[in-house]
T-cell receptor, first 118, second 111 residues
């Protein structure tokens, strides 16, 4: 099946630093990738939709200047949390969209990145 | 914006009992997807329903999409300890992009 990787799997950083998270589709090309954040025992909240070669579409309430998204190729999207603060500590998950036979669209999720900001 | 309500928030069952989680939307959905997330893991795609009144089965799991395409359910027959996790429904718009997740139902199974 389709595999999506995420790197790093966890990161601890000091407040004020920036952190970059990579999301890769390993065996398929994904024109669309999604970034979610998930707080403990809560649902996934969509942050932004990342389209290859164009600007990301951010959900309401998500600061685009704080969460920079770059989708430089069909297999790679990056999320940079700029000037991170403790309230940014969360589990960040990416997913890549693949169009299957029959026209159904399926999302494949990466393993997630746990960010802790001290 | 589009919202998806999911109930119950959590459920404790004895192994062998059945389990059902429900998903509702105030608007008509183009499709609905179901995911399972094991503790400490990431969401894993289970199924996508597209047609009004659609019913699909995967072994002990039965998925339904309402006639009005505003609600869906996931039913597990004779739960096993391996069924433990959080089950999310997710509503997709046309083409299946931009998926909005429900709050999830945490299933606890006691052996």
């Amino acid at each position: 099946g389709a595999v999506v990787s995420q790197h790093p799997s966890w990161v601890i950083c000091k407040s004020g630093t920036s952190v970059k998270i990579e999301c890769r589709s390993l065996d398929f090309q994904a024109t669309t990738m999604f970034w979610y954040r998930q707080f403990p025992k809560q649902s996934l909240m969509l942050m932004a939709t990342s389209n290859e070669g164009s600007k990301a579409t951010y959900e309401q309430g998500v600061e685009k200047d704080k969460f920079l998204i770059n989708h430089a190729s069909l297999t790679l999207s990056t999320l940079t949390v700029t000037s991170a603060h403790p309230e940014d500590s969360s589990f960040y998950i990416c997913s890549a969209s693949a169009l299957l036979a029959g026209g159904l669209n399926e999302q494949f999720f990466g393993p997630g990145t746990r960010l802790t900001v001290l | 914006g589009q919202q998806v309500m999911q109930i119950p928030q959590y459920q404790h069952v004895q192994e062998g009992e059945d389990f059902t989680t429900y998903c509702n939307s105030s608007t008509t959905l183009s499709n609905i997807q179901w995911y399972k997330q094991r503790p400490g893991g990431h969401p894993v795609f289970l199924i996508q329903l597209v047609k009004s009144g659609e019913v699909k089965k995967q072994k002990r799991l039965t998925f339904q999409f309402g006639e009005a395409k505003k609600n869906s359910s996931l039913h597990i027959t004779a739960t096993q300890t391996t069924d433990v996790g959080t089950y999310f429904c997710a509503a997709g718009n046309t083409g299946g992009f931009k998926t909005i997740f429900g709050a999830g139902t945490r299933l606890f199974v006691k052996a």
